[in-house]
C-alpha cells in the first residue's frame, strides 16, 4: 500500500497529533511526560504509515524488521544530554547487548554535546553513528525526526545485511529514549 493510499490515516495522525497537543500548550503547569501520551499517539499513527513502505521493500528482500525493546531515562534537571546515553546503557543492560552488536546507530542529536556525551559514556566512537549525517537537517521535532531516522536506519541495515539497529535521543524534560530494532 503507498502512502497515497494511505493518506486518510496519515492525515488522521497529524490532525490528531495537533488536536491532542493543545492541553500541553495551554494548561498551565502542565507536565511533559503526562501530557504528551495522546499528541504521540497521532505520531505513532503517521509514523506507521511512513513506514510500512519501507518495511514493504524489507519483506521483498526476504529480510525481517522485528522490535527488540525500548528504554527511557531522565537525568538531573539542566543535564539532558546525558539522558540519551543513560537510556542506552539500560536498554543494553536489559538486552545484554553491547554496543559492538550494533550494526546502526542513529542519534536524535540536536546538540554536538549528546554526541560527545554519549561517546564517553559508552565507550563508543561518535564517527560510527549516524554515518549519513545529522538529523538536524530535518528540522529538531523528534517525533517526526526519529521516523526518519528509523526509516533511514532500517534502509541501512539492509543494504548491510541485517543486524541490530539502535535508535535513540533526547526530550525535553532532560528525558532520553532509546529502541533497538533487529533486521534479520
Given at each position: 500500500?503507498?502512502?497515497?493510499?494511505?493518506?486518510?490515516?496519515?492525515?488522521?495522525?497529524?490532525?490528531?497529533?495537533?488536536?491532542?497537543?493543545?492541553?500541553?500548550?495551554?494548561?498551565?503547569?502542565?507536565?511533559?511526560?503526562?501530557?504528551?501520551?495522546?499528541?504521540?499517539?497521532?505520531?505513532?499513527?503517521?509514523?506507521a504509515v511512513l513506514i510500512d513502505p519501507?518495511?514493504?521493500?524489507?519483506?521483498?528482500?526476504?529480510?525481517?524488521?522485528?522490535?527488540?525493546?525500548?528504554?527511557?531515562?531522565?537525568?538531573?534537571?539542566?543535564?539532558?544530554?546525558?539522558?540519551?546515553?543513560?537510556?542506552?546503557?539500560?536498554?543494553?543492560?536489559?538486552?545484554?547487548?553491547?554496543?559492538?552488536?550494533?550494526?546502526?546507530?542513529?542519534?536524535?542529536?540536536?546538540?554536538?554535546?549528546?554526541?560527545?556525551?554519549?561517546?564517553?559514556?559508552?565507550?563508543?566512537?561518535?564517527?560510527?553513528?549516524?554515518?549519513?549525517?545529522?538529523?538536524?537537517?530535518?528540522?529538531?521535532?523528534?517525533?517526526?525526526?526519529?521516523?526518519?531516522?528509523?526509516?533511514?536506519?532500517?534502509?541501512?541495515?539492509?543494504?548491510?545485511?541485517?543486524?541490530?539497529?539502535?535508535?535513540?535521543?533526547?526530550?525535553?524534560?532532560?528525558?532520553?529514549?532509546?529502541?533497538?530494532?533487529?533486521?534479520?
Amino acid at each position: 500500500m503507498t502512502l497515497a493510499a494511505n493518506g486518510d490515516s496519515f492525515a488522521f495522525g497529524v490532525l490528531w497529533f495537533l488536536l491532542a497537543l493543545g492541553p500541553v500548550i495551554f494548561l498551565p503547569n502542565h507536565v511533559y511526560r503526562y501530557y504528551l501520551v495522546f499528541p504521540v499517539l497521532g505520531l505513532v499513527t503517521s509514523a506507521a504509515v511512513l513506514i510500512d513502505p519501507v518495511v514493504s521493500r524489507i519483506s521483498r528482500k526476504e529480510l525481517r524488521v522485528r522490535f527488540v525493546g525500548k528504554a527511557e531515562a531522565r537525568a538531573t534537571a539542566g543535564y539532558m544530554p546525558e539522558s540519551p546515553g543513560m537510556a542506552v546503557q539500560k536498554l543494553l543492560e536489559h538486552t545484554g547487548l553491547s554496543m559492538n552488536d550494533m550494526a546502526v546507530v542513529k542519534n536524535h542529536n540536536p546538540f554536538a554535546v549528546n554526541d560527545a556525551i554519549f561517546a564517553k559514556l559508552l565507550d563508543y566512537d561518535w564517527r560510527e553513528m549516524n554515518k549519513t549525517g545529522s538529523s538536524l537537517v530535518w528540522g529538531h521535532p523528534q517525533g517526526p525526526t526519529l521516523t526518519r531516522l528509523l526509516i533511514e536506519a532500517l534502509e541501512e541495515a539492509v543494504s548491510l545485511g541485517g543486524g541490530y539497529v539502535l535508535l535513540f535521543g533526547c526530550a525535553a524534560g532532560d528525558v532520553g529514549i532509546a529502541a533497538l530494532f533487529k533486521v534479520s
